[in-house]
């Protein structure tokens, strides 16, 4: 058989997607504090098939999430809320590990949706995570965080931060400070809900990559080798015409939801195409090649692609970078070893 011909065959064919997905992932995607629960509902909304779980200290907001379980977090809290003290929320889920630790049996994958700043947020999220961890999950909590000018809010969530990474796999930051590039002549509750879009995408982005039938699949042990240790990381996301898919990375390059970073220093990178049945080859290769030029020589690039009819001659880029370098995590990181070192000194 000629090269030719099999070049037509190939050309003729059209891809048919089997109905199930042949490996069974346990996933569940849990809501904590306000925003957590916030982008459950919008997940929900958005038509997300895995099982779901709000967790919250405020008996008023959790009445109006959608979710298929909720937990009330009421010991300490009468169902009133943390009052934004951080020691409250954090007491309120131990007091119910019981019951949140009975959520992830044999669970693969924890999603964790946040908000830092506040109390159930800050205080409960790194109880969470620990149990999850500790059952056996992969854990990744996707989180946001409060803007500089909330000097308070931001202190809090920073150290928060710190416990959140010591108990998840990979955290994935989301700075409101980029609300101000992005869109700052939105109303108030309009640029939130940006930021609440963007979480809700970004999980629902993992949980079709690893859940629904691709050219190119990412598996659940793909994601444990990229994201075990993965640290810190961040999304970017482009979208646009085939023709010019340098520009769609580009675009997404430009537009990070982390200040001040610096791609160079990240350890790996997932990256998830998403195009029409007409997009050609040589435009997913450009794209992942420009994404790949940004990165370290040796960092661990893991690709995955998917045909959508609808998207005819776009492609979607999803590029979540793992191991890097912010700022003002640094410094907390830097304050902890200095902590450790200065009550156990080295001999």
């Given at each position: 058989?000629?090269?030719?011909?099999?070049?037509?065959?190939?050309?003729?064919?059209?891809?048919?997607?089997?109905?199930?997905?042949e490996?069974?992932?346990?996933?569940?995607?849990?809501?904590?504090?306000?925003?957590?629960?916030?982008a459950?509902?919008?997940?929900?909304?958005?038509?997300?098939d895995?099982?779901?779980?709000?967790?919250?200290?405020d008996?008023n907001?959790?009445?109006?999430?959608?979710?298929?379980k909720?937990?009330?977090l009421?010991?300490g809290?009468?169902?009133?809320?943390s009052?934004?003290?951080?020691e409250?929320?954090e007491?309120?889920?131990?007091?119910?590990a019981?019951e949140?630790?009975?959520?992830?049996?044999?669970?693969?994958?924890?999603f964790i949706?946040?908000?830092?700043g506040?109390?159930?947020?800050?205080?409960?999220?790194?109880?969470i995570?620990e149990?999850?961890?500790?059952?056996?999950?992969?854990?990744?909590?996707?989180?946001?965080?409060?803007?500089?000018?909330?000097?308070?809010?931001?202190r809090?969530?920073?150290?928060?931060?710190m416990r959140?990474?010591k108990?998840?796999?990979?955290?994935?930051?989301?700075?409101?400070d980029?609300?101000?590039e992005?869109?700052?002549?939105l109303?108030?509750n309009?640029?939130?809900?940006?930021?609440?879009?963007?979480?809700s995408?970004?999980?629902?982005?993992?949980?079709?990559?690893?859940?629904?039938?691709?050219?190119?699949?990412?598996?659940?042990?793909d994601l444990?080798?990229?994201?075990e240790?993965?640290?810190?990381?961040t999304?970017?996301?482009?979208?646009?015409?085939?023709?010019?898919?340098?520009?769609?990375?580009v675009?997404?390059l430009?537009?990070?939801?982390?200040?001040?970073?610096?791609y160079s220093?990240?350890?790996?990178?997932?990256?998830?195409?998403?195009?029409?049945?007409?997009?050609p080859?040589?435009?997913?290769?450009?794209?992942?090649?420009?994404?790949?030029?940004?990165?370290?020589e040796?960092?661990?690039?893991?690709?995955?692609a998917?045909?959508?009819?609808?998207?005819?001659?776009?492609?979607r880029?999803?590029v979540?970078?793992?191991?890097?370098?912010?700022?003002?995590?640094?410094?907390?990181?830097?304050?902890?070893?200095e902590?450790?070192l200065?009550?156990?000194?080295?001999?």
């Amino acid at each position: 058989m000629s090269i030719e011909s099999l070049i037509r065959r190939a050309s003729a064919y059209t891809l048919v997607e089997k109905s199930i997905y042949e490996e069974k992932i346990n996933v569940l995607v849990v809501g904590v504090g306000g925003a957590g629960c916030n982008a459950i509902t919008r997940m929900k909304k958005l038509g997300l098939d895995v099982p779901t779980v709000a967790i919250n200290t405020d008996m008023n907001h959790l009445k109006v999430v959608e979710a298929d379980k909720k937990i009330l977090l009421k010991k300490g809290t009468r169902g009133l809320g943390s009052g934004g003290q951080v020691e409250i929320g954090e007491r309120s889920a131990i007091l119910a590990a019981e019951e949140i630790r009975s959520l992830f049996k044999d669970m693969d994958i924890v999603f964790i949706a946040t908000g830092l700043g506040g109390g159930t947020g800050t205080g409960a999220t790194p109880v969470i995570s620990e149990l999850a961890k500790k059952e056996g999950a992969l854990v990744i909590t996707i989180l946001t965080m409060p803007f500089k000018v909330e000097r308070a809010r931001f202190r809090r969530s920073k150290e928060g931060l710190m416990r959140i990474m010591k108990h998840s796999n990979t955290v994935i930051i989301l700075e409101n400070d980029k609300l101000m590039e992005i869109v700052p002549n939105l109303p108030l509750n309009k640029a939130f809900m940006v930021m609440d879009q963007l979480m809700s995408y970004t999980i629902m982005s993992f949980i079709d990559m690893i859940t629904k039938p691709s050219l190119m699949n990412v598996d659940l042990s793909d994601l444990r080798t990229l994201m075990e240790h993965g640290e810190l990381s961040t999304i970017l996301i482009g979208e646009g015409t085939a023709s010019d898919p340098r520009k769609i990375v580009v675009d997404a390059l430009n537009r990070p939801f982390v200040m001040d970073m610096d791609y160079s220093t990240a350890s790996g990178g997932l990256i998830h195409i998403t195009a029409g049945e007409e997009v050609p080859l040589s435009s997913v290769y450009s794209a992942v090649d420009a994404i790949s030029s940004f990165l370290k020589e040796n960092s661990n690039i893991i690709v995955g692609a998917r045909i959508v009819p609808e998207f005819e001659d776009r492609m979607r880029i999803l590029v979540v970078l793992t191991g890097i370098k912010v700022p003002f995590a640094q410094e907390g990181i830097k304050v902890e070893k200095e902590e450790k070192l200065r009550l156990y000194p080295t001999k």
